[in-house]
């Protein structure tokens, strides 16, 4: 039996700790100030004690509950600061861990899915998880050939519980919006809910992660860790050292951050156009920074021989062409400056519906502050860039809240969307500076305009690799 509470009835009872907890402690608030404490000592009370209660809660449920957790870390970066701080460390830390499941727990999935003499697969197997997240854990062991591997174990009962807590998180999206002022929460639980039944099936999982373990097999600076067992609830993988990417946040090097985001960029973009699938799952919790192929050359503090390790392909968009060239072509029109190509490409993708009639310069003029990264040569990703960005968008008063409630999210690019924005969180959270527009000129179809009979196609900048041929990555 699981000590993962799968019930319906006692998932939701926990999660309605969350509305009460927030009354209560409002009530706590009051007492305080009676009692003679300022306002604003309080209120920073208030909110570490929310923080603490989120993180229990949301980290004992793990499933869906975590998931959703995992969901608002990335964006903490578009917080004000004032309200950021008490909640940073309680979401980071869904990034990385969880209260683990207990060993007899672990033992018992293990003699279930490899059988009752599975110990004899291992030439070690550590007890202890090294990392737990949403829907399972990760033990270090030794696999029978002597390789060091990464044993995940998904949590029974973990189908169930996923989709009941998004289904019981939506009731309360409402009470949970001010964490991230001027997102709409909903639309978020109900995309995670229609993604959770791929990431529980390991065998899609292994397909994602053995296709871009031989892609990027001898890449000199992307590590994916390869597949070695797979079965129904646990996944073997090769074991990968490094530094997570929660703790190069939080106290790498300026060289180590900008490296770490330069890669992240890089896999963003290079991963769909060489493997044909969007790793869509990028919060700091799934990567390492990782030290150069040649152990005997020493980083010199500048962070570029670090490598990135890419963990976790449960969930994946798969993009048989890569990245839909509209993307490109809307994002270097709007460079450009082509404000009405801009427009009638976005109402062809859907992007504006049939029924909505826009100013096209009014599109144009909501897209340019976005795109601000790919203008120039490097932009450095900042939580204040990223909070004025939030800012002007939620703001109800503003023209660009109002064109924003119009523009419209075809379903083919929910993850896409989700994916980048994500990322771009992750940079803001590093303050890496990054040559984006580079990546976009090596990687991104329709961003370079289609040379014409005789023009010389540019060669991109020093140190990113070309775009595969189309027909190479349909082949």
């Not at 306002?39 to 959703?68: P, S």
């Not at 809240?401 to 690019?413: A, I, V």
Request: proline share 7%; hydrophobic share 40%; aromatic share 6%.
């Amino acid at each position: 039996m699981s000590d993962l509470p799968r019930k319906a009835v006692t998932r939701t009872a926990k999660l309605a700790t969350l509305p009460l907890g927030f009354a209560g402690r409002a009530t706590w608030g009051l007492g305080k100030r009676i009692g003679g404490k300022s306002a604003e000592i309080v209120a920073r009370e208030l909110q570490q004690r929310t923080a603490d209660q989120l993180f229990k809660v949301l980290g004992e449920l793990k499933g869906g509950a975590m998931k959703f957790g995992q969901a608002l870390s990335v964006f903490e970066s578009a917080l004000p600061e004032e309200i950021a701080g008490p909640y940073r460390a309680a979401l980071t830390k869904l990034q990385e861990a969880a209260p683990p499941m207990p060993t007899r727990t672990v033992h018992a999935v293990l003699a279930e899915r490899l059988g009752e003499e599975w110990r004899e697969l291992f030439l070690e197997f550590e007890d202890k998880p090294s990392a737990a997240a949403s829907i399972g854990q990760v033990h270090r062991a030794v696999w029978h050939d002597g390789r060091e591997v990464a044993v995940k174990v998904q949590y029974p009962g973990a189908g169930e519980a996923l989709l009941s807590d998004l289904t019981q998180l939506s009731r309360f999206a409402r009470l949970l919006g001010p964490l991230v002022p001027g997102m709409d929460i909903k639309p978020l639980i109900t995309e995670l809910r229609d993604r959770v039944s791929e990431e529980l099936d390991y065998a899609l999982e292994a397909e994602a992660q053995r296709e871009h373990a031989a892609e990027f097999a001898d890449d000199p600076d992307v590590v994916v860790p390869d597949v070695v067992h797979q079965g129904d609830q646990v996944l073997v993988t090769e074991w990968i050292d490094g530094t997570p990417l929660a703790e190069v946040i939080s106290d790498g090097t300026p060289g180590e951050r900008d490296r770490a985001g330069q890669l992240l960029a890089r896999f963003l973009f290079s991963g769909p156009a060489r493997t044909g699938l969007l790793h869509a799952d990028p919060h700091p919790g799934n990567f390492r920074l990782l030290p150069a192929a040649d152990a005997g050359e020493e980083d010199d503090g500048s962070g570029g021989e670090l490598r990135l390790g890419v963990l976790d392909f449960g969930t994946v968009d798969r993009l048989s062409g890569g990245l839909p060239d509209t993307i490109g072509e809307a994002l270097r029109m709007a460079l450009e400056g082509d404000a009405q190509g801009v427009y009638d490409l976005l109402r062809g993708e859907g992007f504006v519906k049939e029924s909505i009639d826009l100013d096209p310069d009014g599109v144009l003029e909501y897209l340019l502050p976005i795109i601000e990264p790919a203008v120039v040569e490097e932009f450095t990703f900042t939580r204040g860039w990223m909070r004025t960005q939030a800012a002007r968008i939620a703001d109800p008063r503003s023209p660009a809240n109002q064109l924003g409630k119009q523009l419209n999210l075809p379903p083919s690019y929910l993850l896409i969307h989700r994916v980048t924005l994500s990322t771009i969180g992750v940079l803001c959270q590093l303050g890496a500076t990054v040559r984006l527009r580079g990546e976009l000129e090596a990687w991104l179809p329709g961003f370079l305009p289609e040379p014409e009979d005789g023009e010389e196609v540019l060669s991109p900048p020093v140190g990113v690799e070309p775009a595969l041929d189309r027909s190479d990555v349909d082949a």
